[in-house]
Structure formats: structure tokens, C-alpha cells
């Protein structure tokens, strides 16, 4: 087991920036593939960020390129979220996940491990 905490969630008014971390205890981090999803209610789980064991290689949902940026530091454990430029429709739970795979995937099931999830909240 890798257990993965959340934190860094709120509530934002729109245009506003949130980071969220994901940090793991008792695991290095570094050794997993990492991923950011959320998930509203009546909603699948969707990919919205991530990125490879070494952090060099990274992707993003279209709806949160260029806005949002992740990141990780494997010397802390922990991988970051960065939400710039925040819009409702960025409302919901958000979960970060550990791969052991060597790449990050878009599908959930391709992940490991999960998060219990934070929320974020935008008002517009």
C-alpha cells in the first residue's frame, strides 16, 4: 500500500490559483508514476495531469493546459497540483494517483494507488 494524502484544496473565487499536494508516508514517491484526476458527482473519474517517475515527461487534460502545471519533488515526497486562471467547471473532488508502471496513464484503472481526494470548489 502507498498512502496518499491531499491536501491544499478550498474554496476560490474564478481566476483564482490553488495548489493542491499529494504526499505519500512511508513510500518514495519517486518510484511511481504519478497522476491528478477529479471527479464531480454523477461523473467519471477524468485525467486531468500527469507526469513520469523523473518528473521530465508530463500531459494534460485540453481543458487544463496551459493553466495548470504539475510538478514533484522526490526529495519531499510529494508531487504538486498548480491551478492557475481557476473556472467553475474546475469544481469538484480532486485525486492524485501513484503508478507503478514506468508511464502515466489517462485511465484510472492504470493507476495503483489513490488519495482519499480534496475538494476544490470555484465561484464565479
Known amino acids: 500500500q502507498v498512502p496518499l494524502v491531499e491536501s491544499g484544496g478550498g474554496l476560490v473565487q474564478a481566476g483564482g490559483s490553488l495548489r493542491l499536494s499529494c504526499a505519500a508516508s512511508g513510500r518514495t514517491l519517486g518510484t511511481y508514476a504519478m497522476g491528478w484526476f477529479r471527479q464531480t458527482p454523477g461523473k467519471e473519474r477524468e485525467f486531468v495531469a500527469g507526469l513520469t517517475k523523473s518528473g521530465v515527461l508530463t500531459d494534460y487534460a485540453d481543458s487544463v493546459k496551459g493553466r495548470f502545471i504539475i510538478s514533484r519533488d522526490n526529495a519531499k515526497n510529494t508531487v504538486y497540483l498548480q491551478m492557475n486562471s481557476l473556472k467553475p467547471d474546475d469544481t469538484a473532488v480532486y485525486y492524485c494517483?501513484?503508478?507503478?508502471?514506468?508511464?502515466?496513464?489517462?485511465?484510472?484503472?492504470?493507476?495503483?494507488?489513490w488519495g482519499h481526494g480534496t475538494q476544490v470548489t470555484v465561484s464565479s
Open positions: 494517483a501513484a503508478a507503478t508502471s514506468s508511464w502515466f496513464g489517462a485511465q484510472p484503472s492504470e493507476y495503483d494507488y
